[in-house]
């Protein structure tokens, strides 16, 4: 069994950062792409920045050159720095991971995994 727990949202005012965090732990033999996404109300989930395991990263447009997303492979953990926020990226950010499970030591299967979601909310 495979959980990734988010940490790191909550309330900022406008132009101001937080770093969103996401651990994966448990039978894991590797951590392949590793995703954020967000959801605002009455919207879609949507794709806001990507890693693979070798560090190439795809953000979306509207938070090219003000959020980063970062890996720490020794930790199976993802980083999302959030820079100049603005009220429009007030959204639930969901972490999703593609992993590889350990059987007896061996990879066993691929499978996607979500977090749980944590509240980013941007006041103006």
């Known amino acids: 069994q495979v959980q990734l727990v988010e940490s790191g949202g909550g309330l900022v005012q406008a132009g101001g950062s937080l770093r969103l965090s996401c651990a994966a732990s448990g039978q894991i033999f590797a951590v392949n792409d590793m995703t954020w996404y967000r959801q605002a109300p009455g919207k879609q989930r949507e794709l806001v920045a990507s890693?693979?395991?070798?560090?190439?990263?795809k953000y979306a447009d509207s938070v090219k050159g003000r959020f980063t997303i970062s890996r720490d492979n020794a930790k199976n953990t993802v980083y999302l720095q959030m820079n100049r926020l603005k009220p429009e990226d007030k959204a639930v950010y969901y972490c999703?991971?593609?992993?590889?499970?350990?059987?007896?030591?061996?990879?066993?299967?691929?499978?996607?995994?979500w977090g749980q979601g944590t509240q980013v909310t941007v006041s103006s």
């Open positions: 890693i693979t395991i070798l560090t190439t990263t």
């Open positions: 999703n991971a593609d992993v590889t499970a350990v059987v007896d030591g061996n990879p066993a299967c691929t499978t996607d995994y």
